[in-house]
């Protein structure tokens, strides 16, 4: 979810669902320890609970990086073992460090020591020929010995080479049963699953095998979703409206556009698939995709793009 699930894109999730664990885009130690710390950590306390997910190999950074999230205020440390990119490869990180159960472990074993929080692993069923229960069972074994409790599992295997992110996340076939069978295996273990996971009725099915679901691109292109799984899920009734939801967005912009100078589109762009699947829909998301482009614009094009909605 790089370059979607940043702080503004979580502020409105927050305002949609109240109880949703939600996370940041991954953010490699580097850009942590050799770029602008402020501009990865900052988020809003309305976020919690907020997990800081990241991207790495070396355990001494890892934990570096993971002591910063933590004094920021996280409530969890990620680290991502399944992001199956040619650029995140070259570093050693995301979903190549499942060929490298034991540097996870070390990883893993230095993180916890460097905080109080919970870490956990987010990784693929396997990578490229290795797509089998055994390998993953190693993986899973060998990080659970380091002290990892907590995995989430996305429920198909990628290749490293020769698809591209995008196609790894449709063409190798889901197998939600390899998951399962490691929730089997490991009932002490807190597994959540993800890939392919489109509606409450997805998430209440998966419930009944695993501890928790996450939802990705989903909850992104749809997210009133997680109003509904508030629902399904948390038994919470109390959730506002969509249009109460977006008019709840303009005094966030307001106040982002005046203490950092946020341009209005960073925000906006996050918020287009509120209406998905209603009458109206479209023209409100075309209104919320040109408006917050033009010189001038503030927060006023969120009640533009409802009148939009409402004609």
């Known amino acids: 979810m790089m370059d979607w699930t940043d702080r503004h894109c979580r502020y409105f999730h927050r305002l949609i669902s109240p109880n949703a664990l939600l996370y940041t885009e991954m953010v490699t130690t580097g850009a942590l320890i050799h770029g602008d710390r402020q501009r990865f950590l900052n988020f809003s306390k309305a976020e919690h609970p907020v997990a800081l997910q990241l991207g ?36 050693r990180i995301g979903a ?9 472990a070390k990883a893993v074993e230095a993180m916890i020591a460097a905080v109080d929080i919970p870490v956990t692993v987010k990784c ?3 990578i490229d020929e290795h ?38 996340r449709t063409i190798p076939k889901i197998n939600y049963a390899r998951a399962g069978e490691i929730k089997a295996a490991h ?28 939802l990705g691109r989903e909850a992104y292109q749809n997210p ?7 629902k399904a899920v948390f038994n919470n009734n109390d ?10 967005m303009i005094p966030y912009i307001e106040q982002q556009m005046k203490d950092y100078g946020t341009p209005v589109k960073s925000i906006t762009r996050h918020m287009t698939g509120l209406f998905q699947g209603l009458a109206g829909a479209k023209k ?24 939009g909605f409402y004609s």
């Open 56 to 91: 790495g190999s070396n355990p001494e950074d890892l934990a570096l990086c993971a002591k910063m999230g933590a004094d920021h205020g996280y409530d969890e440390i990620n680290l991502n073992c399944g992001c199956p990119s040619d650029r995140v490869q070259k570093g």
């Open 96 to 104: 190549i460090l499942m060929k490298e159960p034991q540097t996870v």
């Open 124 to 126: 693929r069923i396997g």
């Open 131 to 168: 797509d089998s229960y055994e390998f993953l069972d190693q993986f899973i074994s060998l990080v659970k010995n380091a002290g990892c409790t907590n995995f989430i599992i996305h429920a198909r295997k990628c290749w490293l080479q020769g698809l591209s992110p995008k196609e790894n």
């Open 187 to 214: 009932p002490e273990l807190n597994i959540s699953v993800n890939g392919d996971i489109k509606t409450v009725k997805d998430v209440q099915e998966h419930l009944k095998t695993f501890d928790s679901a996450m």
């Open 224 to 230: 009133y979703i997680l109003a509904e799984l508030e």
């Open 239 to 248: 959730i506002a409206s969509r249009i109460d939801i977006a008019r709840a």
């Open 284 to 307: 409100y998301r075309q209104l919320l995709s040109t408006l917050p482009h033009m010189d001038g614009a503030d927060a006023n094009v969120i009640e533009v793009a409802l009148e």
